[in-house]
């Protein structure tokens, strides 16, 4: 049964750090990897997909890396903002029959200015 | 484009009602999964539909069921609520059955139960 951690849970910086959250996975089969973002009260959005093929990928501040063989993934925000502040989750979807999102708890940001 | 359409925002029912939600999706996706979200447990995956038949099921009791219409729009329904099942449920649209491109989530549906 596929677990996934996000430690801690939850983290508070200076505004203008740079940082980085951790996920960690218990089965290394996986078909992609999404980092999610989700405001008080709100759904989630989507910042970064990442097939099982796939080292990384990027988008703005975001830097998103996958090691699969040691059941890995970190987001890395550059220069945080206080709008940065939200609950990051990731979620893997599994392989075959296995497709659904299996979540971590999600790490609460909190960037003070 | 529209995003995913979860309505209503918000609904107080009380124990051993039943409740019906509904989601759109984003035009085009023909995949609607949904999850519950709570303090204690997280996000755990309820089931997905894809073109009208149900494809994964999560550990949930059968009081939990949905369906999927012809436009892809999707029910959940939640019979003989109990206080635990107060919860936020999300519903995510994928172009392909299990979100081989990834999910787009949308609002969610705060479900108090008293």
């Known amino acids: 049964k596929q677990e996934v951690t996000q430690i801690p849970a939850a983290l508070s910086v200076p505004e203008g750090e740079n940082l980085v959250l951790n996920c960690s996975f218990t089965?290394?089969?996986?078909?992609?990897l999404q980092w999610f973002r989700q405001d008080p009260g709100k759904g989630l959005t989507s910042l970064l997909l990442i097939q099982s093929s796939q080292r990384e990928q990027t988008s703005g501040r975001l830097n998103a890396s996958l090691d699969k063989s040691s059941g890995r993934s970190t987001l890395y925000i550059a220069a945080s903002q206080p709008g940065d502040s939200a609950t990051y989750l990731c979620a893997v979807r599994g392989t075959g029959a296995n497709s659904k999102l299996t979540f971590g708890k999600g790490i609460t940001l909190s960037v003070r200015p | 484009k529209a995003g995913v359409t979860q309505t209503p925002r918000y609904l107080i029912k009380t124990r051993g009602q039943q409740v019906t939600l509904s989601c759109s999706p984003i035009s085009g996706h023909r995949s609607v999964s949904w999850y519950q979200q709570t303090p204690g447990q997280g996000l755990q995956f309820l089931f997905e539909?894809?073109?009208?038949?149900?494809?994964n099921k999560g550990n949930f009791p059968g009081r939990f069921s949905g369906r999927q219409f012809s436009n892809s729009r999707s029910e959940m329904n939640v019979s003989t609520l109990e206080l635990g099942d107060s919860a936020l449920y999300l519903c995510?649209?994928?172009?392909?059955?299990?979100?081989?491109?990834?999910?787009?989530f949308g609002s969610g549906t705060r479900l108090t139960v008293v």
């Open positions: 089965d290394s089969a996986i078909y992609n």
């Open positions: 539909y894809f073109s009208e038949t149900q494809r």
């Open positions: 995510a649209s994928s172009s392909t059955t299990g979100g081989a491109y990834g999910y787009t």
